[in-house]
């Protein structure tokens, strides 16, 4: 199946950016199912939405379609409890670590961060995971949240600190003030 | 500038989003200040911990090309499962997301379409009864079980008009022991539907009903998944599936009823 030019031109710019697409998805639905399913629901959108597309910031304008079917999956999943299992399989292993001691210590580390991260309302954890993760910035994340830089610059700061509360809360004491 | 300030503009300044002059004046408020030099080593050290610790989740395997088959399968190729969702893209305000989802399902039963007819009637098929379980799960967790709450079969028959592309026939069955309850909008594997609501003691049912299509109507009568009982059955050119946790026998005997009708 090649597909016609359009289809072939929508997936040369934009299926680059599959990675950040799931990774946003999976922090924000926090389930794979789920995440899998925003992701290819989204393509689905921005293909339909393509003609309006007018070669601006490619994984921006990905990204703010994925967020908002992300978003419109949370509403519609109403049992909390289902999507907030914590998965430890799927973590990516930690490569600075090398002695089973600190491994462990960095696994422990890993799991705490993700839970606390998880805790954190989906606008901070969205600001979070597209600036550390996808080290994108101020301005693309202001694309893609549709708001100004500005805001992003005060979410972001509201959004470590409540980081920071998670961790402490979590008893990791490296994290000061 | 001052430690509030300073504070406030911390992360901006690590990222490297300050503009000059801020810039300058929190390096020079940080140089004096052993506190707020504090507060931005310890978030230097989130930042790390977060970049090195915080999993990033990576696409699986398939999926971009999952995406492609999808990508291909779309509506405007005029494939005839597709073309049968195409008054669900003409939406109503409230059900705006539908189309796309219908669309995407729609895509999947295509692509399944593609392959051997066998394989695909089957996995269609489990992929419908899947989605049946899975909405009538849907409507009995949240508190969106109706979106026209009614016993009056003439105040819910007029509801879907405008809503649907098809008029589904509304019984109450109260004299049998199931009363009728409401009605809402639903989707179910490409279809947007119409479901109604049954109550018998304290169980539900729902009833699904949309516009039968040739290939993916399940023959046999009734299925258990998950602990659910299906019943199908066909009338004129609607499908019918009544799902619930009531047990076969009950289920079998309110289908039955309902067609009688």
Redesign the interface.
């Known amino acids: ?1 090649p ?1 016609d030019d359009r ?1 072939v031109g ?2 040369q710019t934009f ?1 680059p950016h ?2 950040a ?3 946003l998805a ?2 924000l639905v926090r389930n ?1 199912q789920d ?2 399913e925003v ?3 989204a ?3 921005a ?2 939405a393509y003609a309006n597309f007018r070669g601006q910031a490619a994984k921006a304008w990905l990204l703010a379609i994925v967020r908002n079917t992300s978003f ?1 999956r949370l509403r ?1 999943a ?2 909390v409890g289902e999507a907030t299992e914590f998965d430890e399989e ?3 292993p ?1 490569a ?1 670590a090398s002695d089973p001691e600190s491994l462990a210590l ?1 696994e422990a ?2 799991r705490q ?2 839970a606390a ?1 998880e805790a954190l309302p989906e606008e901070y954890r969205e600001a ?2 597209m ?3 996808e080290e994108m ?2 301005k693309e994340i202001a694309a893609v949240t549709d708001v100004p830089i500005g805001t992003v ?2 979410r ?2 509201r959004a ?1 600190e409540r ?2 509360e998670e ?1 402490r809360a979590r008893g990791v004491k ?4 | 500038m001052n430690c509030e300030h300073t504070q406030a503009l911390l992360g901006a300044h690590l990222d490297g989003e300050l503009d000059a002059v801020n810039d300058r004046e929190l390096q020079a408020h940080l140089r004096e200040c052993p506190r707020c030099l504090s507060g931005a080593s310890g978030q230097k050290t989130l930042q790390r911990m977060v970049r090195s610790a915080a999993p990033y989740h990576h696409a699986p395997a398939g999926l971009a090309s999952r995406i492609r088959a999808v990508l291909r399968g779309q509506p405007h190729t005029e494939r005839p499962l597709a073309s049968s969702i195409a008054p669900a893209l003409r939406p109503g305000p409230r059900n705006l997301r539908w189309p796309v989802i219908a669309a995407t399902a729609a895509a999947i039963l295509v692509s399944l379409w593609i392959g051997s007819a066998v394989t695909a009637r089957r996995s269609a098929i489990n992929f419908l009864t899947e989605e049946i379980v899975s909405a009538h799960v849907r409507s009995m967790q949240g508190s969106h079980l109706m979106d026209v709450a009614s016993s009056d079969q003439h105040t819910i028959k007029p509801w879907f008009d405008g809503k649907l592309d098809f008029a589904p026939p509304v019984h109450d069955l109260a004299a049998e022991g199931f009363p009728l309850l409401g009605g809402r909008l639903d989707y179910v594997a490409g279809h947007p539907t119409a479901a109604l609501v049954f109550q018998r003691n304290r169980h539900f049912i729902n009833v699904f009903v949309w516009p039968s299509a040739a290939d993916i109507t399940p023959s046999g009568a009734s299925v258990e998944r998950r602990g659910y009982n299906l019943v199908w059955w066909q009338q004129s050119d609607l499908t019918f599936c009544a799902a619930s946790d009531l047990n076969r026998t009950e289920l079998t005997g309110f289908a039955a009823s309902y067609r009688t009708k």
Request: charged share 30%.
């Open positions: 199946m597909g289809t929508f997936e299926l599959l990675g697409a799931y990774n999976r922090w794979d995440a899998e992701v290819q629901e393509y689905l959108r293909f339909e419109s519609r109403v049992t799927i973590h990516t930690l600075m960095a580390e890993s961060l993700t991260l979070i995971v600036r550390e993760l910035s101020y610059m005060s972001l700061a470590r980081l920071r961790m490296e994290v000061r003030r």
